[in-house]
């Protein structure tokens, strides 16, 4: 059976210092869904940190048009496989096909793309504040590290580790992501990772602007979410997993 590579440093490759594997399984008729999942060590949470660090550098210093054009041929790419991603998120999930995920969340996060692209050329994500008074200019901007962004179970599409709010406003602000994805529909962000490389590709963001882990174990997830050179971390999920990886980030002084 074959087993899927990660997306680290602007290519796919076989995960590092593996932990384990898992498999995605039809949740209607309870069968496996062919293709292993690897759990990455932390071997694979330092690289992806490490490219993501020089990628958010790079970053810095691109216009705005560059990641809205990105993310506005992203949701075009989408728009083209979109029979077959909301399929594979249907097997996954269970999840009705029509009209929830062909639809209506396929089209939401599609749009959530093309407004982000929209904030990131008007740049009124960066609040810029003139006090004529005090004679005081200043405005937000981005991070300087990689933003990790952890996936839900319950919206495949819409607040997908590679596609969502969260991933939508990280590029739009100048941020590269590191995506975890959701072990129980990892097949949906393995297809939305392989048109967000495509498109990143024809894109002037560097490579690393956006890399896929499939799982981690709690430990690593916590040195993800920790780590001194990551810019913040994002997580859609259950209460005890989210609290469990702010208590992690809170200690190590690091944005969740």
């Not at 399984?25 to 990455?40: A, M, N, R």
């Not at 839900?152 to 602000?173: E, H």
């Not at 393995?190 to 990143?200: M, P, V």
Request: aromatic share 6%; glycine share 10%; proline share 8%.
């Amino acid at each position: 059976m074959s087993v899927f590579p990660v997306l680290l440093a602007g290519a796919w490759r076989p995960a590092s210092g593996i932990r384990g594997m898992f498999h995605a399984l039809d949740p209607v008729t309870g069968d496996e869904i062919p293709g292993d999942y690897p759990i990455s060590g932390g071997s694979d949470v330092e690289a992806a940190v490490r490219a993501g660090r020089e990628a958010a550098l790079e970053m810095m210093n691109l216009s705005p048009g560059d990641a809205a054009a990105f993310l506005e041929d992203f949701a075009s790419g989408i728009e083209r496989q979109a029979g077959e991603i909301a399929a594979m998120a249907n097997r996954e999930t269970g999840l009705l096909l029509e009209p929830r995920l062909l639809s209506v969340e396929l089209p939401r996060t599609v749009d959530q793309l093309r407004q982000a692209a929209a904030c990131a050329r008007e740049r009124s994500w960066c609040r810029a504040t003139i006090d004529t008074k005090a004679d005081i200019r200043s405005k937000l901007g981005p991070l300087g590290g990689p933003v990790a962004v952890f996936g839900p179970n319950n919206f495949p599409l819409a607040y997908n580790a590679v596609a969502g709010t969260d991933f939508a406003a990280a590029v739009a602000a100048g941020n590269p992501v590191i995506a975890k994805a959701h072990p129980l529909h990892p097949g949906t962000t393995r297809l939305l990772a392989g048109i967000c490389h495509d498109a990143l590709l024809r894109s002037g963001l560097p490579r690393a602007a956006v890399q896929l882990v499939y799982h981690l174990g709690p430990d690593d997830g916590f040195a993800l979410v920790s780590h001194p050179r990551l810019g913040a971390s994002s997580f859609t999920g259950s209460r005890p997993g989210g609290l469990a990886l702010k208590a992690a980030a809170d200690a190590a002084g690091r944005p969740i």
